[in-house]
């Protein structure tokens, strides 16, 4: 089908990206076609999209000519930046400035932009009720995301600005799920109080953000929030226990506490869980189940991914 419209997929190899490659290949319209971008095409990753029948074309966020390259010819392009590869709001506001670059360059019709909100815009940095972090921000790894909604619009390129949600499968790969303490109890440790967190598997993103490349002009210019499931640490806790055959017990610290644990990152996520406790009903308001299951009608619900996935959750 030579004149299949194509989507160059930044971070293919990873999660939100292999599930957007993973949906466009399992559709059995092959409405699409995937060009997945990897910084080697030769990794066991890159092979396996080979193998499944993805085009593979080498390409690197940190390199323009590159990604202009990789979205050559292409409809559109699914962009995402690794905060936690660099730890840097500033190489992510480079990196989201050089897609959007690229995507004006290959004349794309559609860009879907995997972003989160500035937090900033709801807690300014001299409002004391979080520290700002290195300067100039609240939660690094949400607000360089939001702030680069601008190059996207400036560029002129056509963008639907996708909010995601809270990986479950951080518990399986972040060190975020419940874990046995000294007292021999399983916790599962955040500062969300009783207020929600919406979560989703890692791989619906791809799934919805398939769902809106399906959909076309319709989002184009739009904001749209994904999530599979809104559930208070009460909740996830109690739907682990049922899952695992354990008793796991919600362990709500406050955000100051949990921003003190020390590992990478504490800071930042500890802000992060504070936002979304204290501004839950703008955050759980920008992300609807109903409509994510409108994009993707496989959408899976907490104990649906407990299901596949409990045996993978390591408790020590
Ligand atoms: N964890 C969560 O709950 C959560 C929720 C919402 C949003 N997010 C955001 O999701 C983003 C990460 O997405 P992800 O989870 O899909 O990533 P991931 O699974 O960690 O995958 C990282 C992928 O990025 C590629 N990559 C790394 N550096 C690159 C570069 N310089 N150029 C091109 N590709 C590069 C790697 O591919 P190769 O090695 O093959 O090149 C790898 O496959 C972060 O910014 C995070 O803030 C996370």
Same mark, same amino acid.
């Given at each position: 089908?030579?004149?299949?419209?194509?989507?160059?997929?930044?971070?293919?190899? !990873?999660?939100?990206?292999?599930? $957007?490659?993973?949906?466009?290949?399992? *559709?059995?319209?092959?409405? &699409? %076609?995937?060009?997945?971008?990897?910084?080697?095409?030769?990794?066991?990753?890159?092979?396996?999209?080979?193998?499944?029948?993805?085009?593979?074309?080498?390409?690197d966020v940190d390199n323009l000519e590159s990604l202009k390259?990789?979205?050559?010819?292409?409809?559109?392009?699914?962009?995402?930046?690794?905060?936690?590869?660099?730890?840097?709001?500033?190489?992510?506001?480079a990196h989201a400035k050089a897609m959007a670059e690229a995507?004006?360059?290959?004349?794309?019709?559609?860009?879907?932009?995997?972003?989160?909100?500035?937090?900033?815009?709801?807690?300014?940095?001299?409002?004391?009720?979080?520290?700002?972090?290195?300067?100039?921000?609240?939660?690094?790894?949400?607000?360089?995301?939001?702030?680069?909604?601008?190059l996207?619009?400036?560029? !002129?390129?056509?963008?639907?600005? $996708?909010?995601?949600?809270?990986?479950? *499968?951080?518990?399986?790969? &972040? %060190?975020?799920?419940?874990?046995?303490?000294?007292?021999?109890?399983?916790?599962?440790?955040?500062?969300?109080?009783?207020?929600?967190?919406?979560?989703?598997?890692?791989?619906?993103?791809?799934?919805?953000?398939?769902?809106?490349?399906?959909?076309?002009?319709?989002?184009?210019?739009?904001?749209?929030?994904?999530?599979?499931?809104?559930?208070?640490?009460?909740?996830?806790?109690?739907?682990?226990?049922?899952?695992?055959?354990?008793?796991?017990?919600?362990?709500?610290?406050?955000?100051?506490?949990?921003?003190?644990?020390?590992?990478?990152?504490?800071?930042?996520?500890?802000?992060?869980?504070?936002?979304?406790?204290?501004?839950?009903?703008?955050?759980?308001?920008?992300?609807?189940?109903?409509?994510?299951?409108?994009?993707?009608? !496989?959408?899976?619900?907490?104990?649906?991914?407990?299901?596949?996935?409990?045996?993978?959750?390591?408790?020590?």
């Amino acid at each position: 089908m030579p004149d299949r419209k194509t989507i160059a997929v930044v971070g293919a190899t !990873g999660a939100q990206g292999g599930g $957007l490659v993973r949906a466009i290949l399992g *559709d059995p319209d092959k409405e &699409f %076609g995937v060009r997945a971008i990897t910084r080697d095409a030769n990794s066991d990753k890159a092979n396996q999209l080979k193998k499944l029948g993805a085009e593979v074309v080498e390409g690197d966020v940190d390199n323009l000519e590159s990604l202009k390259n990789a979205f050559k010819g292409c409809y559109g392009a699914y962009c995402v930046t690794f905060y936690w590869e660099h730890f840097s709001p500033e190489k992510e506001l480079a990196h989201a400035k050089a897609m959007a670059e690229a995507a004006k360059d290959a004349n794309l019709q559609h860009v879907i932009w995997s972003t989160l909100e500035d937090t900033r815009k709801w807690v300014p940095l001299d409002d004391d009720r979080m520290p700002t972090l290195m300067e100039k921000y609240k939660v690094p790894h949400f607000d360089a995301k939001g702030e680069a909604n601008k190059l996207f619009e400036q560029s !002129g390129i056509p963008t639907t600005y $996708l909010h995601t949600s809270f990986y479950w *499968d951080n518990f399986i790969y &972040f %060190g975020m799920g419940p874990k046995k303490g000294d007292d021999g109890k399983i916790a599962l440790t955040f500062p969300m109080g009783d207020k929600k967190l919406p979560g989703m598997a890692a791989e619906d993103i791809g799934k919805c953000a398939y769902g809106l490349f399906k959909k076309g002009p319709e989002f184009i210019g739009k904001s749209v929030g994904i999530t599979g499931e809104k559930l208070t640490g009460k909740q996830m806790a109690a739907e682990l226990s049922k899952a695992l055959g354990k008793d796991v017990v919600y362990n709500n610290v406050p955000p100051e506490v949990y921003r003190s644990f020390g590992f990478p990152g504490a800071d930042d996520l500890g802000n992060m869980f504070q936002f979304k406790r204290d501004f839950e009903s703008d955050f759980c308001g920008a992300r609807s189940v109903e409509f994510s299951r409108s994009l993707n009608p !496989g959408l899976q619900s907490f104990s649906d991914w407990l299901a596949k996935n409990k045996g993978k959750i390591p408790l020590e």
